[in-house]
């Protein structure tokens, strides 16, 4: 599948313990991946893993390229405003409160979202400019982040 495609319909989400995002929902265009976090996340309870198919389709993905990249919050404001076409002068609040969470070390680009609190940082920054949600490969599969 290309990574650069905006025209997947069907997604699948692994449900099970610790799960539920208020901010930021991760599906993925590949069931098989989602069968694997369900079958993860329910290993230390007693509930059955599930897999449950969501229709949606990205209009505005922020798109990550490599998973493995270290990056600072500037880094994202810069990669975020650029494909924007929002103005950063009028998105200038968001933008301040977005590095004041994470302040100016680079981190892995996982651990934008490595906290509720931080996925509440990174989806309120996203929505700001448009996006609807963050797509990436892992595993092979193109998942999404759903902001909500």
């Known amino acids: 599948m290309n990574i650069d495609s905006l025209y997947e319909a069907m997604v699948y989400r692994g449900i099970g313990s610790g799960s539920n995002s208020r901010t930021i929902r991760w599906v993925s265009a590949e069931k098989k991946l989602a069968n694997q ?30 998973n493995n990249e270290y990056l600072s919050a500037s880094t ?31 981190r892995p680009i996982i651990n934008f979202w490595a906290t509720e609190s931080d996925k509440k940082a990174l989806a309120e920054f996203l929505k700001a400019f448009g996006y609807d949600c963050i797509q990436m490969v892992e595993d092979g599969s193109i998942t999404y982040g759903i902001l909500r």
């Open 76 to 106: 994202l404001v810069a990669r975020a405003a650029n494909a924007s076409l929002l103005s950063k002068q009028f998105a200038l609040p968001v933008i301040n409160k977005f590095r004041n969470h994470f302040g100016k070390e680079p």
């Open 37 to 66: 976090y369900a079958i993860h996340r329910t290993l230390n309870n007693n509930r059955e893993p599930k897999t449950v198919s969501i229709e949606f389709t990205p209009k505005k993905p922020f798109v990550i390229h490599n």
